[in-house]
């Protein structure tokens, strides 16, 4: 059966004449579908931020700053930075509409062997890990009021994540708007969940609990300082995971741009007074205490209804796997159509829409990071290498308009912003190897692994033709498989 007798379609790529920055596929192909709109783009943005991070990791910047005056700030920076990339991100994505984000730009900027180096680990380690982290949280609150005296059995807790992420990749195969909806209304509950804890702060401001405010043991060492960074800026990641699905988004050069300064805007006022929240209740020694510090701040002041915490941060989680599964497929569909992914991925379901090889890969790859218990030091690995990489890709805009200064650019950024955001991450990979060279030198290794990978499938064209069609009757035998 050859590959138009099947359900899937490949799908052409874009030609690349001149200057011209390709963009969706054409109209007479088979093609994923705008379907988008801008308060699915905004939810889509805001559910991929909160997810388990500002409900757990004040912790992890207040042991980089030392009090909680100084950990406000670095929210604070933290957001203005987020914002000052993801409005890069809107020339970006607005001159390259393409599926994929960073690494499209990349591709396109400095080439294929860059970009694949970015693809590697970021499809095989850290969406993957991530998400499967972000599934096991998930897992921990779904069942700790079942457990209100010691931790969930931990192979309850596998399985439990282990359907979250198979529920969720049935959802995207089947339909874009079924994971938008889900997307929706969970980024509601999350967004619902932090007003309550906002609005217990403001009412403990009111009553005069501002004891711990202040700037007491603020840490001097810059090298920690700038861990504390790396803590906020976790939190805010997934600001640019528009720009990987920006072909079904409608109209991208009016909503892209304002979807992501609505987004951002949005969860860094929710963090900043989230946090604030926590301090009015929570002394600096039991938030270093704590592994949960919402739960923590709930136990203290929410007595009987004090359970309804621990459920509101599994849906938010539960809202954040699906944001991670939703953009993470489409990474891998972009570096399919690239031909640095295996050519099934860039089968789209024709009755359904949607990149269903692409959703089942990284879900399989989520649930295999499930089997192994130290998937954290993984993230903690390649952290620097996911900030390293948005860098490179914000260092394509001053590229680009000294290399095509004539390219449409339907958003044009001040230069002043790429400046500083690629100086700002300078700052927060360069100082924290000087700190933790140990788990940076793991980091590089990783990265590295991709170069054999990159010359031995990528690079090398004139393959026997015995392996060609291999890979060929492979890849037919898996359309078969999909086929509803």
């Given at each position: 059966m050859t590959k138009k007798e099947t359900?899937?379609?490949?799908?052409?790529?874009?030609?690349?004449?001149?200057?011209?920055?390709?963009?969706?596929?054409?109209?007479?192909?088979?093609?994923?579908?705008?379907?988008?709109?801008?308060?699915?783009?905004?939810?889509?943005?805001?559910?991929?931020?909160?997810?388990?991070?500002?409900?757990?990791?004040?912790?992890?910047?207040?042991?980089?700053?030392?009090?909680?005056?100084?950990?406000?700030?670095?929210?604070?920076?933290?957001?203005?930075?987020?914002?000052?990339?993801?409005?890069?991100?809107?020339?970006?994505?607005?001159?390259?509409?393409?599926?994929?984000?960073?690494?499209?730009?990349?591709?396109?900027?400095?080439?294929?062997?860059?970009?694949?180096?970015?693809?590697?680990?970021?499809?095989?380690?850290?969406?993957?890990?991530?998400?499967?982290?972000?599934?096991?949280t998930f897992a921990v609150y779904i069942?700790?009021?079942?457990?209100?005296?010691?931790?969930?059995?931990?192979?309850?807790?596998?399985?439990l994540a282990t359907c979250c992420i198979?529920?969720?990749?049935?959802?995207?195969?089947?339909?874009?708007?079924?994971?938008?909806?889900?997307?929706?209304?969970?980024?509601?509950?999350?967004?619902?969940?932090?007003?309550?804890?906002?609005?217990?702060?403001?009412?403990?401001?009111?009553?005069?609990?501002?004891?711990?405010?202040?700037?007491?043991?603020?840490?001097?060492?810059?090298?920690?300082?700038?861990?504390?960074?790396?803590?906020?800026?976790?939190?805010?990641?997934?600001?640019?995971?528009?720009?990987?699905?920006?072909?079904?988004?409608?109209?991208?050069?009016?909503?892209?741009?304002?979807?992501?300064?609505?987004?951002?805007?949005?969860?860094?006022?929710?963090?900043?007074?989230?946090?604030?929240?926590?301090?009015?209740?929570?002394?600096?020694?039991?938030?270093?205490?704590?592994?949960?510090?919402?739960?923590?701040?709930?136990?203290?002041?929410?007595?009987?209804?004090?359970?309804?915490?621990?459920?509101?941060?599994?849906?938010?989680?539960?809202?954040?796997?699906?944001?991670?599964?939703?953009?993470?497929?489409?990474?891998?569909?972009?570096?399919?159509?690239?031909?640095?992914?295996?050519?099934?991925?860039?089968?789209?379901?024709?009755?359904?829409?949607?990149?269903?090889?692409?959703?089942?890969?990284?879900?399989?790859?989520?649930?295999?990071?499930?089997?192994?218990?130290?998937?954290?030091?993984?993230?903690?690995?390649?952290?620097?290498?996911?900030?390293?990489?948005?860098?490179?890709?914000?260092?394509?805009?001053?590229?680009?308009?000294?290399?095509?200064?004539?390219?449409?650019?339907?958003?044009?950024?001040?230069?002043?912003?790429?400046?500083?955001?690629?100086?700002?991450?300078?700052?927060?990979?360069?100082?924290?190897?000087?700190?933790?060279?140990?788990?940076?030198?793991?980091?590089?290794?990783?990265?590295?692994?991709?170069?054999?990978?990159?010359?031995?499938?990528?690079?090398?064209?004139?393959?026997?033709?015995?392996?060609?069609?291999?890979?060929?009757?492979?890849?037919?035998?898996?359309?078969?498989?999909?086929?509803?």
């Open positions: 359900k899937y379609e490949e799908v052409a790529q874009d030609e690349q004449p001149g200057n011209e920055v390709p963009g969706p596929p054409a109209d007479d192909g088979v093609r994923l579908q705008a379907k988008m709109s801008l308060l699915n783009g905004v939810t889509v943005i805001v559910g991929s931020i909160i997810g388990s991070g500002i409900f757990v990791s004040p912790t992890g910047v207040l042991v980089g700053t030392g009090s909680v005056n100084l950990a406000l700030i670095v929210w604070v920076l933290s957001g203005l930075f987020s914002m000052v990339g993801a409005y890069c991100y809107a020339e970006l994505g607005t001159m390259i509409r393409k599926t994929g984000a960073d690494y499209a730009y990349i591709m396109i900027t400095f080439g294929p062997f860059l970009a694949f180096i970015r693809l590697w680990v970021e499809c095989l380690i850290v969406r993957p890990c991530s998400q499967a982290i972000v599934a096991l069942l700790k009021p079942l457990y209100p005296e010691c931790n969930p059995p931990d192979e309850s807790v596998r399985m198979c529920l969720l990749a049935f959802i995207n195969c089947w339909d874009v708007k079924w994971s938008t909806f889900v997307q929706d209304f969970f980024t509601y509950a999350k967004l619902l969940a932090l007003a309550i804890i906002i609005g217990t702060g403001f009412y403990q401001l009111a009553t005069g609990h501002t004891e711990y405010f202040t700037f007491e043991n603020s840490e001097t060492d810059i090298t920690k300082i700038a861990l504390s960074f790396y803590s906020g800026l976790f939190a805010y990641n997934g600001w640019n995971y528009l720009n990987f699905i920006i072909e079904e988004l409608k109209d991208p050069v009016r909503n892209l741009p304002l979807a992501i300064y609505i987004s951002v805007t949005v969860v860094t006022f929710v963090y900043v007074f989230a946090n604030v929240a926590f301090y009015t209740t929570l002394s600096p020694a039991e938030v270093l205490a704590s592994e949960a510090v919402a739960v923590t701040f709930a136990n203290k002041l929410y007595g009987a209804f004090a359970w309804t915490i621990p459920v509101f941060v599994a849906m938010s989680t539960f809202g954040a796997v699906n944001g991670i599964l939703l953009t993470s497929s489409r990474l891998f569909y972009a570096g399919a159509m690239e031909g640095q992914m295996p050519e099934i991925l860039t089968m789209i379901q024709v009755s359904r829409m949607t990149p269903t090889p692409a959703v089942l890969v990284i879900a399989l790859l989520s649930l295999l990071y499930l089997t192994s218990s130290n998937i954290f030091a993984l993230i903690n690995y390649v952290g620097f290498a996911t900030w390293l990489s948005i860098g490179l890709a914000v260092f394509c805009v001053p590229y680009l308009r000294w290399k095509q200064p004539t390219l449409d650019r339907p958003i044009r950024v001040s230069l002043i912003f790429p400046i500083i955001y690629i100086l700002g991450t300078l700052f927060i990979t360069i100082v924290p190897m000087i700190a933790s060279p140990v788990e940076t030198g793991v980091g590089v290794l990783i990265i590295f692994t991709g170069v054999p990978v990159y010359f031995l499938f990528i690079a090398w064209k004139n393959k026997p033709r015995a392996i060609a069609k291999t890979i060929d009757a492979v890849t037919v035998l898996l359309q078969k498989l999909l086929m509803p």
